[in-house]
C-alpha cells in the first residue's frame, strides 16, 4: 500500500524497494490467481447489487436502504481495484492512467474507495443516532449526506492534486508521496475510525434485530482490522513481496464482499427464488416487533411503518368506540322521542342492536380511505354513516 509508507533514505517515496525489486515481482503468477479470485467473486457481488435495485420496491429489500447499499458497493469495488494498482500488481507503465499518482493513491484509494465505504456505515450509525437518541427522522438523501461526510478527504484530495504531493517515478515504477501528505492521510482516516467508535459506544444498547447494529459494528471493526493489518505488513515491508500484496487485496474483498452478503443474502435468495412466501414470514416476524413504548431500538423503516399503521389504526379504533357511543345514544334518544319510525326503509328501531346490517354510506363518505383492515373499516364507515343519517333525520 502506498498510503501510508515512506522510504527512509528518500522522504516522499512511499515504497522503500528498488525499481529492480518492483519490475521483477510485477504480474507473478500469484497475482493472475489473486485477480482471478476476486473476479469470480464480483460476479454475484455485481448480480446481488443489480437484483437489489431490480426489487428495490420489494418489502425485505427495501428496509435494506438500497441507494445506501448500492454506494456503499460501488465504494467497495473502487477500493478493491485501487488497490490492485497502487499496490503494483501489474507495473504502472509511464504516461499512461495507472501511473496517474494522485488520482489512485488520493482519489480512488482513500477517498472514493476506502473513505466512502466505512462512512455508509458511519451513515447507519448516524441513522440510528437521529432516531433513539434525538427522536427525530432518518438522514434523507443519503447520498447527499454521505458525500458531506467525506468533505474533510474530498478538501484534502483536492490539495493534494493542485500541490502535487505525489508524483511518478520512473526509475522505480512506482508513485512518491510527501511526508506531510502520509501524515495527514495517517489523521483523516483514523478521524473516521473515531467518529464511528463513538457512535458506536452512544448506541451500544441496540437490541433489535431489524436495526442491523451488530452487523455495522461488525462491519466496522472488519475496516480496523484492515487499516490496522495494513500498517503492520508496511512496516514489516511484507507487501513488497507477491504474497504480501495479494494478502493484503484479498483482505480488501474478502471485507467488501462479507459485508454485503451478510447483510443482504437472505432477502436476495428469497426474492428470486421464493418471493411470496419469504414476504409472508417477514410480516409476521415485523409484526412480532414491540411497540415504540416497549422497545425504542430499531431504525429500519419497515418497523417505522409498522410502528405508524399501529398508531393510526389506536387512533381510529378510538374514534369508532366514540362513533358507537354517540350512535348508541342517539339511537335510544331516537326510540323515547319518536318511536320505531321507517322513512325511505334506511332506519329501523330494529337496527340499534346490530349495527352490521346498518345504512350503506351517503356519497360524500365515498372518499374516505382509512388504512385500517377491512372489518374495521366497514364498522367505522357505517357507523359514520348511521349517524349522519340519523342526525339528519333529526333535523328534519
Known amino acids: 500500500m502506498d498510503l501510508f509508507t515512506f522510504n527512509n533514505q528518500e522522504a516522499c517515496s512511499f515504497h522503500p524497494t528498488n525499481s529492480t525489486q518492483f519490475s521483477v515481482k510485477s504480474r507473478q503468477p500469484l497475482d493472475y490467481i489473486t485477480v482471478g479470485v476476486i473476479s469470480l467473486g464480483l460476479i454475484p457481488f455485481i448480480a446481488g447489487n443489480v437484483v437489489m435495485v431490480k426489487n428495490k420496491d420489494y418489502l425485505p429489500i427495501k428496509t435494506k436502504s438500497v441507494e445506501l447499499t448500492v454506494v456503499s458497493s460501488i465504494g467497495g469495488v473502487i477500493w478493491l481495484l485501487s488497490c490492485l494498482v497502487v499496490n503494483n500488481h501489474f507495473g504502472r507503465p509511464k504516461d ?108 451500544r444498547n441496540v437490541r433489535s434485530i431489524f436495526n442491523e447494529y451488530r452487523l455495522i459494528v461488525n462491519g466496522g471493526m472488519l475496516a480496523l482490522f484492515f487499516f490496522l493489518l495494513t500498517l503492520v505488513t508496511i512496516q514489516t515491508k511484507v507487501y513488497q513481496e507477491p504474497a504480501g500484496r495479494c494478502f493484503l487485496v484479498l483482505a480488501v474483498s474478502g471485507t467488501v464482499f462479507y459485508y454485503f452478503f451478510a447483510r443482504n443474502w437472505e432477502a436476495l435468495y428469497h426474492s428470486v427464488f421464493n418471493r411470496e412466501e ?119
Open 96 to 203: 499512461t492512467i495507472w501511473s496517474v499518482c494522485s488520482l489512485w493513491t488520493f482519489w480512488m484509494q482513500a477517498c472514493f474507495g476506502f473513505a466512502l465505504w466505512l462512512n455508509c456505515l458511519i451513515l447507519r450509525l448516524i441513522n440510528l443516532y437521529f432516531i433513539l437518541v434525538l427522536r427525530r427522522p432518518v438522514v434523507k438523501w443519503s447520498t447527499v449526506a454521505v458525500l458531506m461526510l467525506l468533505s474533510p478527504i474530498i478538501v484534502f484530495s483536492i490539495c493534494a492534486s493542485a500541490l502535487h504531493a505525489s508524483s511518478f517515478k520512473p526509475a522505480s515504477g512506482n508513485c512518491s508521496v510527501g511526508r506531510g501528505w502520509s501524515i495527514g492521510l495517517l489523521i483523516i482516516i483514523p478521524f473516521y475510525f473515531c467518529c464511528f467508535l463513538g457512535l458506536g459506544i452512544l448506541l
Open 278 to 396: 419469504y414476504l409472508e414470514r417477514f410480516l409476521a416476524q415485523l409484526n412480532s416487533v414491540p411497540s415504540r413504548s416497549h422497545n425504542r431500538n430499531f431504525e429500519n423503516p419497515a418497523e417505522m411503518m409498522l410502528f405508524d399503521a399501529r398508531e393510526e389504526r389506536r387512533n381510529l379504533h378510538d374514534e369508532v368506540q366514540e362513533l358507537d357511543q354517540q350512535l348508541t345514544k342517539l339511537v335510544e334518544q331516537y326510540k323515547k322521542e319518536r318511536g320505531s319510525i321507517t322513512p325511505r326503509g334506511s332506519v329501523t328501531s330494529s337496527l340499534a342492536p346490530s349495527r352490521e346490517e346498518s345504512f350503506k354510506p351517503r356519497p360524500y363518505f365515498a372518499h374516505v380511505h382509512l388504512t385500517l383492515p377491512e372489518p374495521v373499516l366497514t364498522r367505522a364507515s357505517m357507523m359514520a354513516a348511521a349517524l349522519a343519517c340519523w342526525q339528519a333525520q333529526f333535523t328534519e
